[in-house]
């Protein structure tokens, strides 16, 4: 499968985006998805992951209550809506897709990633 993030941007602090994941080549339905971000000179970490109907989702803490993850499978895309944003936010944001396993926090269990948006929030 194939993946394409957009909508990163620069926003100042407690403001808000959406970030988008467009998938293609497979059937979106049969993947876990997860968006994972990567702060400069740290390591790439867990962000949130959606289950395959949508039913389900898990969130880094440091997210939780301020990020939401959805996705529409008729659409083929997986979504992060991100409010009350904070500088520490500030990374690239990556969407990851895998086949197997069931609301997966660990990097390695994602076999395909899209090429990364970049959020910069400003204080």
Not at 25 to 42: C, E, V
Not at 43 to 65: L, N
Not at 103 to 122: I, K, M, N
């Amino acid at each position: 499968v194939q993946l394409q993030a957009s909508g990163g941007g620069s926003v100042q602090a407690g403001g808000s985006l959406r970030l988008s994941c467009a998938a293609s080549g497979r059937t979106f339905s049969d993947y876990l998805m997860a968006w994972f971000r990567q702060a400069p000179g740290k390591e790439r970490e867990f962000v949130a992951t959606i289950c395959r109907s949508g039913g389900t989702t898990s969130y880094a803490d440091s997210v939780k209550g301020r990020f939401t993850i959805s996705r529409d499978n008729a659409k083929n895309t997986v979504y992060l809506q991100m409010n009350s944003l904070e500088a520490e936010d500030t990374a690239v944001y990556y969407c990851a897709a895998e086949r197997n396993g069931y609301l997966s926090r660990a990097r390695v269990e994602y076999d395909y990633w899209g090429q990364g948006t970049l959020v910069t929030v400003s204080s």
